[in-house]
């Protein structure tokens, strides 16, 4: 089975832009697998993947369960955190864009427009409401060589010693990017709050 994993995970990162999409989290607030919520009839995780893959960033699934027609990199141990699968990760390309699995209204052009502005930067994060989204941002992959040198769980240990620049709101809109699809979704009264504004099919 790993054997078949690594070569998946090789055949797919030979671009300059690639993605990783975090779906083992332990979803306690939303009370179950929120990569298995139904958008439309199709699970989050497929939907993501799709969506990432559809604008040129195919993605490697970091979790607990493969997302048929992509490459996965299983979690060794549940429930870590997700600097634990991303640590893991060895990028292929230039740069990667990190998503996690609880964003039902993603904007596949989130990535293109973040690659845009991130010249002279290790990331680009956007910012919604003063609130940084680094599990929804663009990093290099030089920023895995800093993240060797730390020891500690937490995303935000590795960002401060990352040269990061955030996107407010007022930078967000004026690229062309809607708050709702930085919006996450962690327990069922976000996640229906959420679709409520778009009213999709949801299971």
Known sequence: MDEDISTDYDACHTATKGAILLTGGRSQRMGRDKSEILIDGERLASRLARLLSEAGWEPCILGRK???GFAFLQDNEDFQGPLSAVRR???RTDVVFVLSCDLPLFDA?????LFSIIEGFDAVIPTPQDRAQPLCALYRASCWETLKTLDSPRVFDWIDLL???YLGDQSLVDLGIETDGLANANSPEELE????RVTPAID
């Open 163 to 165: 040269s990061v620049t």
């Open 193 to 196: 709050s959420l679709l409520a």
């Open 66 to 68: 493969a997302v048929d």
């Open 89 to 91: 990760f060895e990028p």
């Open 109 to 113: 052009k989130i990535p293109d427009v």
